[in-house]
Structures are given as C-alpha cells and as structure tokens.
C-alpha cells in the first residue's frame, strides 16, 4: 500500500506484524519509510509498540535521503540522528548504502532474528546517478518530462 507522508505505512505493518505472530507465522513484514515521514508521530508510536511485543518479524527499511517536501529534513523537520533515535524506541538497527543494492542484499540477508523489530537505514541520494536532479531538493516531488527523460536514461546508461 501507498502511504505516502501521511506516516501509516509502518502503522499498518506493525498491525499486520503482529497478527502474523499471533498466527505463529514465520514471515517477515516489510515496510519502506521516508525520513520526512517520520516527521509523523503515529510512526513512533507503532515503533514503540512494535518494541514493546518484540515484533522480530517486521523490517523497516528507512530511506534516509534527507530531504522532503521541498527542501532538507534538517531545515523543515530533523531527525537527525535517526539511527540513534530507532535505537532508544528499542529497535534494532542496522545502516547500508541504500544506491549500492549490492549493500542493500546483503544487510538484508543477514539481518537476525533475536527479538527485536529490525530497521535498516539506507543512505541515499534522491536522483542518484543522474547529474541533474542527485541530490537537488526541487527534483522532490517533479518528474522528468520530453528531453530530460532521454538525458537521465543515458546517464543511467553509463551507471
């Protein structure tokens, strides 16, 4: 599902979380979260209950790629240090390159299960690879149209 800013998407994942563990299933429950999202207090609020029912079947994987709306998390709402504050909501916590899927495989393939929800911070840079939009707070929310969708595929081409 698509949540967007609105922060229920790891509400929502903790609720199926921890109906799958009261079922005694063995799957995992994946949820992608912004940084910007986390501006939204219903996420810590899910965080803390994911804590506190030791939801080891759920993975949050954090896009932290610093900026929303239009503009750097840390000028409209910082959460800076995010894994430090996952951490003291009793999270486990791990970090990876989120532009190298290499990376992203691998800390997937061996996150643990000892108790604890997982969340993996993945850096990223919004528009990585392409010159003209990495890391430019405008390209937030604009989409690429005629020209600059030839020009982004060919820099993509030379990734």
């Not at 899910?46 to 079947?57: R, W």
Request: with cysteine; charged share 25%; net charge negative.
């Amino acid at each position: 599902m698509n949540t967007g800013a609105l922060g229920h998407g790891l509400p929502v994942a903790v609720g199926i979380a921890l109906a799958a563990k009261k079922d005694n299933s063995d799957r995992r429950i994946f949820v992608v979260t912004g940084d910007g999202e986390l501006a939204e207090g219903s996420n810590w609020e899910a965080a803390l209950v994911a804590a506190h029912y030791g939801l080891d079947n759920l993975v949050i994987i954090n896009d932290k790629n610093k900026l929303q709306l239009a503009g750097h998390t840390r000028d409209i709402m910082n959460t800076d240090p995010l894994p430090d504050k996952w951490r003291a909501f009793g999270l486990e916590v791990t970090e990876c390159n989120g532009n190298d899927m290499a990376s992203v495989v691998e800390t997937l393939e061996n996150l643990p299960r000892n108790g604890k929800p997982q969340v993996i911070v993945a850096h990223t840079e919004k528009g990585f690879g392409i010159s003209f939009i990495q890391g430019k707070p405008e390209w937030h929310h604009r989409v690429p149209k005629g020209e600059e969708i030839a020009l982004a595929l060919e820099e993509l081409k030379d990734e």
